[in-house]
T-cell receptor, first 114, second 117 residues
Framework: DTAVSQTPKYLVTQMGNDKSIKCEQN?????MYWYKQDSKKFLKIMFS???????INETVPNRFSPKSPDKAHLNLHINSLELGDSAVYFC?????????????FGPGTRLTVT | GNSVTQMEGPVTLSEEAFLTINCTYT??????LFWYVQYPGEGLQLLLK?????DKGSNKGFEATYRKETTSFHLEKGSVQVSDSAVYFC????????????????FGTGTRLTIIP
């Protein structure tokens, strides 16, 4: 009965590869997010979707492409992986897109690019 | 721009000690303020929040008061436990008519807290 789940939990891959991270929430929330947490624990939003529509797109390389097939899922595809992409990626969801509503975070996906 | 500054960690305290983690912010307007906590191996969880000046957020024995005059939102707990060991993030968000529904959280760099028995 996990609220926000991500797969995989760990991902080790080589530079230049393409990989995807999946996120699912069973809370019935309208809004989902992707965050990147670097090695110093600095956390920054990348994207947010509300009812499958992109509403926040921070300055992220276009190698990163989010896709929301339905409002319960938000996947992140990364092309041509680089060393600097190594980080922990967190998915989150909230009932509505305004931040007055609590965001519920998944357990994270640790991506290591070698 | 908007930013959040937290005290540098790591912070190590003995059980039952008094905790303060400082947080100050810079914002073009009147933000809402949040504390999130990240336990080892987990995602972040909302700990408490305050949406206007002089509001006090509280949860699980933690408190923080929104101080507009000092642009601060310091986190306090009177008696910490080993189970409070985690990374604590201060965050803000700003809401305007122009960005309603598109707000985002701006996080501080996090403060790692370790409580020893």
């Amino acid at each position: 009965d996990t609220a926000v789940s991500q797969t995989p939990k760990y991902l080790v891959t080589q530079m230049g590869n393409d990989k995807s991270i999946k996120c699912e929430q069973n809370l019935g929330h309208d809004t989902m997010y992707w965050y990147k947490q670097d090695s110093k624990k600095f956390l920054k939003i990348m994207f947010s979707y509300n009812n499958k529509e992109l509403i926040i797109n921070e300055t992220v390389p276009n190698r990163f492409s989010p896709k929301s097939p339905d409002k319960a899922h938000l996947n992140l595809h990364i092309n041509s992986l680089e060393l600097g992409d190594s980080a922990v990626y967190f998915c989150a969801s909230s009932p509505r897109s305004t931040v007055q509503y609590e965001q519920y975070f998944g357990p994270g996906t640790r991506l290591t690019v070698t | 721009g908007n930013s959040v500054t937290q005290m540098e960690g790591p912070v190590t305290l003995s059980e039952e000690a008094f905790l303060t983690i400082n947080c100050t912010y810079t914002a073009t307007g009147y933000p809402s303020l949040f504390w999130y906590v990240q336990y080892p191996g987990e995602g972040l969880q909302l700990l408490l929040k305050a949406t206007k000046a002089d509001d006090k957020g509280s949860n699980k024995g933690f408190e923080a008061t929104y101080r507009k005059e000092t642009t601060s939102f310091h986190l306090e707990k009177g008696s910490v436990q080993v189970s409070d060991s985690a990374v604590y993030f201060c965050a803000l968000s700003l809401t305007f008519i122009s960005n309603f529904g598109n707000e985002k959280l701006t996080f501080g760099t996090g403060t790692r807290l370790t409580i020893i028995p």
